[in-house]
């Protein structure tokens, strides 16, 4: 129970890597809202855990006002903040001539506007000594096919998390990041493909992994725990990339 007695807040917890870390802390004993874009407050998605311990809210990251409810929800359900884990994020990839303004505004506006803004309204909840991990991607560091404005705003989360840590050290608060490889969650079906050219598309991703596999959810969500629970206090500023080996590959 590493996180018995501690409040955590999940956006994009609604499925993948967001929903296998709502799993983990509600059995390491935190109290944990989950947020995101779908209602899942009927599933049976956590059948067999604390309920009790259990919050939802619906909302739109990439709207302002959206963020200002979700954190008054969050000062009305726990007055105050432990974790935050942001996570909510979106993935779209085009080459740069076919980059359209829509498309560029939703990912500057999910990625990096949402999270901005998030951190920006839950900053007088956090408790002394909270922490605070972002996602980002592995892919910030390499060069991929059609990923200039995605991996765009996830170096600018890159980017956040170090000026943050700078900014609330003297709060006790901890700003990390966790950024994932290639995972294998909805997210890859939210590209558009489905059956035959989904499972090419795995096994594309999967040629370039050293560990000849998909990162699973909850080995990123046991990465998180780590940057959530006591023992990693002095993580602030740093990044732990998840990616089986990709990052090495040359």
């Known amino acids: 129970m590493r996180l018995k007695n501690k409040t955590a807040l999940i956006t994009g917890g609604t499925s993948g890597i967001g929903l296998a870390t709502a799993k983990l802390f509600l059995a390491e004993g935190a109290k944990v809202i989950v947020a995101g874009q779908r ?118 989360i890159r980017s956040l998390a170090i000026t943050l840590s700078a900014e609330w050290i003297s709060r006790g608060i901890r700003v990390n990041v966790i950024s994932p490889g290639s995972t294998d969650t909805v997210l890859l079906e939210k590209l558009g493909v489905t059956g035959q050219q989904l499972q090419e598309m795995k096994d594309s991703l999967i040629n370039n992994i050293p560990t000849g596999r998909l990162i699973r959810p909850e080995e990123i969500a046991n990465a998180v725990l780590y940057l959530a629970a006591d023992g990693s206090e002095s993580q602030t500023g740093t990044e732990i990339i998840v990616d089986g080996g990709a990052f090495l590959k040359v």
């Open 39 to 156: 209602d899942i407050k009927d599933s049976a998605a956590f059948d067999g855990y604390a309920k009790e311990n259990l919050f939802f809210f619906q909302y739109d990251t990439a709207q302002v006002a959206a963020v200002e409810r979700l954190a008054e929800f969050v000062k009305e359900k726990f007055q105050t903040l432990d974790i935050a884990f942001i996570n909510a994020g979106v993935a779209k990839f085009a080459a740069l001539e076919a980059v359209s303004e829509d498309l560029f505004d939703e990912l500057i506006q999910v990625n990096f506007k949402g999270a901005f803004f998030t951190l920006q309204k839950l900053s007088p909840l956090f408790s002394e000594q909270a922490s605070v991990i972002l996602t980002s991607s592995s892919g910030i560091h390499k060069a991929h096919w059609g990923s200039s404005v995605y991996s765009a705003s996830k170096a600018a």
